[in-house]
């Protein structure tokens, strides 16, 4: 069992307390009687991105209390980790329901498995999986972690995968970090970044990927070499 799945374990275990009595929801017509019956048509784990996706719109707004969506919270946790099978609630917007529901005042244990569960949910993205790491991605992230945490968790000398992520994301993104800093929702990081590419393990990891796929995936290897310059260059800079 990865961490990623204890992590949310622990979510089904802390939330299991709650549960679905008394739930009610606006009766204007805005909420569709199927999609009532479909959100109590199946055990808590058997429930799929289609069940609960027009309940997590509304939940808190004109559906349910806030007890209500900590029974369901560890599902809609467990199928945003599945990355496209609950493809209409990103972690972005399962914040923003958690700052709606004042989530910072609920219990210290509840506050931490949450916490736990997205630090183990961004390990397993960026360094288990071949990702997409965006500036969108990066932000959703710093909402429950800082900066630092986040980039300090990215082992890019683990995997490949972790390595495959680092070397697309600054070569979509290295100019704009080296020149002025990233900038995401009003601030800028550069120095995190700087202090990031530093670590002594990985030039000698890109040089060493380079040189493994230089025939079998030149357009990887070309990515890997222009990240590898600009990082060199930066480095250069540092010591003059």
């Known amino acids: 069992m990865n961490n990623l799945q204890i992590a949310i374990d622990n979510l089904y275990e802390i939330f299991s307390k709650y549960n679905t009595i008394g739930i009610h929801h606006c009766d204007c017509g805005c909420i569709d009687t199927h999609d009532v019956k479909k959100l109590n048509s199946k055990p808590l784990r058997e429930l799929e991105a289609d069940d609960l996706i027009s309940y997590h719109g509304s939940a808190l707004y004109t559906w349910g209390d806030t007890e209500h969506y900590k029974h369901f919270l560890p599902r809609i946790c467990e199928l945003i980790s599945e990355k496209g099978s609950f493809r209409f609630v990103t972690l972005d917007e399962f914040q923003i329901k958690l700052e709606y529901a004042e989530w910072k005042t609920w219990p210290d244990i509840e506050q931490q498995v949450i916490i736990d569960y997205i630090m183990a949910d961004w390990i397993y993205f960026v360094n288990t999986c071949c990702s997409e790491v965006s500036d969108t991605e990066l932000l959703a992230y710093i909402k429950f972690l800082d900066v630092k945490k986040v980039l300090q968790l990215w082992d890019i000398a683990k995997s490949d995968e972790a390595l495959h992520n680092f070397v697309y994301f600054f070569y979509y993104y290295g100019t704009e970090i080296l020149n002025d800093g990233l ?9 995190e970044f700087l202090e990031k590419i530093s670590e002594k393990e990985i030039i000698p990891k890109l040089e060493y990927s380079f040189f ?7 357009d990887y290897a070309d990515k890997i070499s222009i990240v590898l310059q600009m990082i060199e260059q930066e480095m250069k800079i540092k010591r003059m």
């Open 212 to 218: 493994q796929n230089e025939q079998n995936n030149p």
């Open 183 to 191: 900038h995401i929702a009003g601030k800028r990081f550069r120095s």
